[in-house]
């Protein structure tokens, strides 16, 4: 009876430590309580209510869960980068943080083997036009004989929508990993400072 009575108070002092936090536990206003049972640890319809944050709280959240992840958020410059990472500049999209600069270089040898390296030789803030205006060549017709030059215009959305997904099945075997769309929200563009 004794030892009844021990777990019972052992289980109530567990759940009162461990709380019934949940997303509270991130922005650390739940009086010292860590995320327990319920709130966004349960299933995917928990996750919903991660949409009321700010992204720095839902990036931070994404980042410590490895069943979560984010699409839509890169931002190309060149190469892609995360959005998160840039902001406008008049008429051009520009990087906050500085990327390095890579060099290629010959190490010797065959050309025809794998003996170049890239190496850094530096790094630099990135910009790209929000608005570019491109040539490509369109062909049609039998074996693609009559091409015509097609000017294209592409422009940069300065919103972009990103999706929160979670992870539902994971195939280890063969690497398939299958997502579910938990929600979508939009993200602005900040203007640079």
């Not at 972009?160 to 563009?189: A, M």
Request: charged letters at 30%; a positive charge.
């Amino acid at each position: 009876m004794k030892s009844i009575i021990a777990i019972l108070f052992l289980g109530i002092a567990l759940n009162t430590v461990a709380g019934t936090g949940g997303i509270s536990a991130l922005n650390r206003n739940n009086g010292g309580v860590d995320a327990g049972t319920g709130g966004i640890v349960g299933g995917v319809d928990d996750l919903t209510e991660l949409k009321q944050y700010d992204w720095k709280t839902i990036r931070k959240y994404v980042k410590k869960n490895y069943d979560l992840k984010l699409d839509g958020d890169v931002a190309y410059l060149g190469r892609h980068i995360s959005i998160f990472d840039v902001c406008i500049n008049n008429d051009q999209i520009q990087s906050i943080s500085e990327y390095p600069v890579y060099k290629r270089v010959w190490l010797g040898g065959s050309k025809d083997g794998n003996r170049y390296k890239d190496i850094v030789v530096g790094s630099k803030i990135l910009t790209y036009p929000i608005e570019v205006e491109k040539e490509e060549k369109v062909c049609f017709g039998r074996k693609d004989r009559n091409c015509r030059m097609v000017k294209t215009v592409y422009r940069q959305n300065q919103t972009s929508e990103i999706t929160l997904k979670k992870e539902v099945i994971r195939n280890r075997r063969r690497g398939d990993r299958e997502y579910k769309q938990v929600f979508t929200k939009k993200y602005d563009i900040p203007y640079c400072r």
